[in-house]
C-alpha cells in the first residue's frame, strides 16, 4: 500500500439531464506551473483518513455550495484504484443532475471553473492534450480514452 501521502481521491462525475453523457472537470489553478488552466477529476490528496471522507473534504475545499461532497456522501460509492504518478488514486464515481451541476460554485483558490466535456469528447487528442498529465493517465486507465 502507499504512504499516506500517496495517496490521492478522485471523483469521476457525470452529469445527466443533457441529451449526452458528459463528465466534470475543473480547470486547476495553479499559476506559474504547466497545469494551470489543465483540466483535471475533482479531488485530491488525502492523509490518514478514510479515501471517501479525504474525497468529500477535497470536494467542499473546491466547490462552494457542498453540493458535491453531499452527494457523494449520500451515494457512498465503492471506489475503483489506480496508481497514476506514483500516486495510489481512488477513483469515486458520481452521478448528479444537471440542475446540481448548475448550482456549484469553484473556489478560485483551487479551480478557475468547472467544465462539462461530452463523453465522446474524451478520445480527441485537442481534449486530451488538456488535461493533466495524471487525469489522462487515470481516464487510460479507467479505459475511457
Not at 439531464?17 to 463528465?23: I, K, S, T
Not at 488552466?37 to 462552494?64: N, V, W
Request: zero cysteines; a negative charge.
Amino acid at each position: 500500500m502507499a504512504s499516506p501521502r500517496n495517496r490521492v481521491a478522485k471523483a469521476l462525475i457525470r452529469v445527466e439531464g443533457l441529451g449526452v453523457p458528459a463528465l466534470l472537470f475543473s480547470s486547476k489553478n495553479a499559476k506559474g506551473t504547466p497545469k494551470h488552466r489543465k483540466l483535471e477529476l475533482l479531488g485530491g490528496g488525502i492523509e490518514e483518513e478514510d479515501p471517501l471522507e479525504g474525497l468529500a473534504r477535497e470536494l467542499e475545499e473546491e466547490e462552494k455550495q457542498g453540493v458535491l461532497a453531499r452527494e457523494l456522501l449520500a451515494s457512498h460509492p465503492e471506489p475503483r484504484t489506480v496508481v497514476a504518478g506514483g500516486a495510489e488514486h481512488y477513483i469515486f464515481e458520481l452521478t448528479i443532475r444537471l440542475d446540481d451541476y448548475l448550482d456549484l460554485r469553484p473556489n478560485h483558490k483551487e479551480s478557475l471553473g468547472f467544465k462539462l466535456v461530452p463523453e465522446a469528447a474524451l478520445g480527441d487528442p485537442h481534449f486530451q492534450a488538456r488535461l493533466t498529465p495524471k487525469t489522462k493517465e487515470i481516464l487510460t486507465q479507467l479505459r475511457m480514452i
